[in-house]
C-alpha cells in the first residue's frame, strides 16, 4: 500500500507536467510540491467515493491556495473520479478543468477557490457544520505560504481555534517561494509555526515530501480533540522535476517542448522504477 | 405600528429557526443592531459569531451552506456588501450556495453615524454579482415574508434591511411573492415606483399629486433582481414618465435597473430620486432625507417635471 501511494504521486506530478504544458500556462512549481500530501489524502486517508463525489458523510478537502489545481485534478482523474485523459484539456475553452478549482464543473472539486484567504474558511465552515449536526467527517485544506500575507487567513485561523475545530487539519505548503521571489524578501510572513500556535493551533513541522512523516502528522491531528492543527510542510517547490526545484520562476510558468520532454523523461523514468518495485 | 425592517429581520429569523432545523445564523460582532441576537436567544447553538471578519463569515457561511445548512450572514450594508464583496462573488454567487445575506443599517436614513456607515452602494455592487437576488423590503410585514421567501429559495440572496423605525404599509393579509412588484395605487399620468424606506415617500407624494389632479401610479418593486419588467414596462406604456426612489446612489441601483428595463422595452421619460452621487454625513434621518432631497415632496416635483415635457 505505501509503496502504491509513492507511485499514485509520481503519476499525480506526470498529470501536473502534462495539463500545464497542453493549457500553456498554469501553476506547475505550487502543485508539485504539494503532490505527496495530496496522494496520501486522496489514495490513503480520506473516506471518498470515485464514484459517488457527493457521498454522504465523505472527507472533505479544499484546496485554499487554488492556483495548483493542475495538482488537484490529477490526484481526483489518477484516484478515479474522471479520466486521466482529460487532464489534456485543462484551461481550455470547452473543458470543464478550469484555471482554478471549480466545484460546479470538477467531480470530486469541493469548493471553488483560487482568490487567496478564502478556502480555509470555506473549510472551517465544513468543519463547523459537521459540528452542529453532530457528523464524524474530516475536513482537510492546503493553504499556501504566500497565501499567509492575506489577513483573512489569520481571521480563519482565529475561528478555527476559537470554535476548536479539530476536525479540520491544515496543511501549510512551505515551500519558501511566492510569484514575486522568496518570501521572506516579498513580505515575509515567517516565522508561521509560532505564528499559528500563538492563534491557538497545534503546529507540527514535517517534511511535507515525506510520506512517512506525512502520515504520522495525520494520525497527531486526528488524536487531537480541543485544536484544529497546522501541519507546517516543509517541502520543495517544482518537486520531482529536477529543473523546477526550487525555482520561483516554475510558480505560473508553462514547460517548452523540450523542457516536457526532460521533464516527462524524469517522471516516466521514476514511475517505472516504481512499478518495477511493486512488480 | 412602527417598526424597523431589521427588528422584523431578527424575528423572522428567530421564525424562520423553528421552520427549519438547518438554519444557521452568523454576524460580526454586530447582533445587538442586525438583531439577530433575537435569534440567538432562541437557538444559541444555532448561532456563530466570527468577530469583527466579515470577509472570513462571508467564505465560511459558505463552508456551511456546501455542507447543508441555510446560512444568514449579517453584518451592516457597508461591511457585507462592501468591505466583503470579493468574498460574496468568490466564494458565495459563484459558487451558487445557499448563503443569505442580511445586510442592515442601508441607507442615509443610518443617520448620526454617517458617511462611513451610511451604504449607498450596495444594490450596485449585488446587482453586479450573476444569479444574486436582492430584496429591499419597504415595512415589517414585507421584511418578515422576504426572509421566509429567502429561505424557500435556493440560492444566494441579498436582503437590505433599515435602521430607522418605518410604518406599516401592508396588512397581516399581504401575499409577498419574489420577483414580482406591487402596485399599490393604480394611476394614469405619471408612476411613481419606490423601493424600502422609500415607498412610504412615494405613496406620500402621489397624495400630494392627487391634490393637484394628477394622477399618480404608485409601485414597490421590493426585489431589485430579478426585477419584475413586465410591471415596469406597463407602465411605462400607460404613463407619460417614471420617478424611481431609493436610499441608494442613483447611479446603479434600483433607478437603475428600472431605467435598463425601460430604456430595453419602451424608452420614456426617467427621473431618479437618490443621493446624486454622493456620499452620505452625519445628522437626523429625516433632516437628511430632506438635505439630499429624497421625500415625498422631492418626488412629486420630478412628476411635475415630467409632466411639464
Not at chain 2, 418605518?166 to 405619471?190: C, H, R
Not at chain 2, 415617500?201 to 402621489?206: N, P
Amino acid at each position: 500500500m505505501k509503496c502504491s501511494t509513492e507511485l499514485a504521486a509520481a503519476k499525480v506530478r506526470r498529470g501536473i507536467v502534462e495539463a500545464v504544458y497542453r493549457a500553456k500556462s498554469g501553476h506547475p512549481g505550487g502543485s508539485l510540491s504539494i503532490a505527496d500530501i495530496l496522494s496520501v489524502l486522496y489514495f490513503e486517508e480520506m473516506n471518498i467515493d470515485p464514484k459517488n463525489p457527493k457521498m454522504e458523510g465523505r472527507d472533505r478537502f479544499v484546496l485554499s491556495k487554488g492556483h495548483a489545481s493542475p495538482g488537484l485534478y490529477s490526484v481526483l482523474a489518477n484516484r478515479g473520479f474522471f479520466p486521466v485523459e482529460d487532464l489534456k484539456t485543462f484551461r481550455k475553452t470547452d473543458s470543464y478543468l478550469q484555471g482554478h478549482p471549480d466545484m460546479l464543473t470538477v467531480p470530486g472539486v469541493e469548493a471553488s477557490t483560487g482568490s487567496l484567504g478564502q478556502g480555509i474558511s470555506i473549510a472551517n465552515g465544513m468543519a463547523m457544520s459537521a459540528k452542529l449536526s453532530g457528523e464524524d467527517y474530516r475536513v482537510y485544506s492546503i493553504i499556501g505560504d504566500g497565501e499567509c500575507e492575506e489577513g483573512q487567513v489569520w481571521e480563519a485561523a482565529m475561528f478555527a481555534a476559537h470554535y476548536k475545530l479539530n476536525n479540520h487539519t491544515i496543511f501549510l505548503d512551505f515551500n519558501g517561494l511566492q510569484i514575486d521571489g522568496d518570501i521572506r524578501k516579498v513580505m515575509s510572513p515567517v516565522p508561521l509555526d509560532e505564528k499559528f500556535r500563538a492563534f491557538g493551533l497545534q503546529v507540527l513541522d514535517i517534511d511535507g515530501n515525506d510520506l512517512n512523516q506525512i502520515r504520522d502528522a495525520i494520525k497527531k491531528a486526528k488524536e487531537t480533540t480541543d485544536r484544529p492543527t497546522l501541519i507546517m510542510a516543509r517541502t520543495v517547490k517544482g518537486k520531482g522535476v529536477s529543473f523546477m526545484e526550487n525555482e520561483a520562476s516554475w510558480h505560473g510558468n508553462a514547460p517548452n517542448d523540450e523542457q516536457y520532454a526532460q521533464a516527462v523523461s524524469e517522471l516516466d523514468a521514476e514511475i517505472a522504477r516504481l512499478e518495477g518495485v511493486e512488480a | 405600528m412602527k417598526c424597523a425592517t431589521r427588528e422584523s429581520y431578527g424575528k423572522a429569523l428567530a421564525e424562520a429557526g423553528k421552520k427549519y432545523p438547518n438554519l444557521v445564523v452568523m454576524d460580526a460582532d454586530l447582533s445587538k443592531s442586525t438583531k439577530t441576537d433575537t435569534f440567538k436567544k432562541e437557538f444559541p447553538e444555532r448561532f456563530i459569531n466570527t468577530g469583527i471578519a466579515e470577509g472570513n463569515m462571508m467564505a465560511t457561511a459558505a463552508g456551511l451552506a456546501l455542507s447543508g445548512k441555510i446560512v444568514f450572514a449579517s453584518s451592516f450594508a457597508m461591511f457585507a456588501a462592501g468591505r466583503a464583496f470579493e468574498q460574496i462573488r468568490n466564494s458565495i454567487a459563484h459558487m451558487e450556495v445557499n448563503v443569505k445575506i442580511g445586510a442592515t443599517h442601508a441607507g442615509i436614513s443610518v443617520g448620526e453615524d454617517g458617511a462611513t456607515h451610511q451604504c449607498l452602494e450596495d444594490i450596485a455592487l449585488m446587482r453586479s454579482l450573476p444569479g444574486m437576488v436582492i430584496i429591499n423590503p419597504a415595512d415589517d410585514v414585507e421584511a418578515r415574508a422576504a426572509v421566509m421567501a429567502a429561505c424557500a429559495h435556493e440560492g444566494p440572496v441579498y436582503l437590505r434591511f433599515g435602521r430607522l423605525a418605518v410604518e406599516d404599509i401592508n396588512d397581516e393579509n399581504y401575499q409577498f411573492e419574489l420577483g414580482k412588484g406591487v402596485l399599490l395605487k393604480d394611476g394614469t399620468d405619471i408612476t411613481l415606483i419606490g423601493t424600502g424606506l422609500m415607498v412610504r415617500e412615494t405613496l406620500q407624494a402621489a397624495e400630494i399629486l392627487e391634490a393637484e389632479g394628477i394622477s399618480a401610479r404608485v409601485i414597490n418593486i421590493h426585489t431589485i433582481k430579478p426585477i419584475d419588467r413586465d410591471i415596469i414596462e406597463k407602465a411605462a406604456r400607460e404613463t407619460k414618465g417614471i420617478v424611481t426612489a431609493e436610499e441608494h446612489n442613483i447611479i446603479g441601483g434600483g433607478g437603475s435597473a428600472v431605467a435598463e428595463v425601460v430604456a430595453e422595452t419602451c424608452p420614456t421619460r426617467i427621473e431618479r430620486i437618490g443621493t446624486r452621487d454622493k456620499f452620505g454625513k452625519s445628522g437626523k434621518p429625516a433632516e437628511l432625507l430632506e438635505e439630499y432631497e429624497m421625500t415625498a415632496k422631492h418626488i412629486a416635483e420630478k412628476a411635475r417635471l415630467i409632466l411639464r415635457g
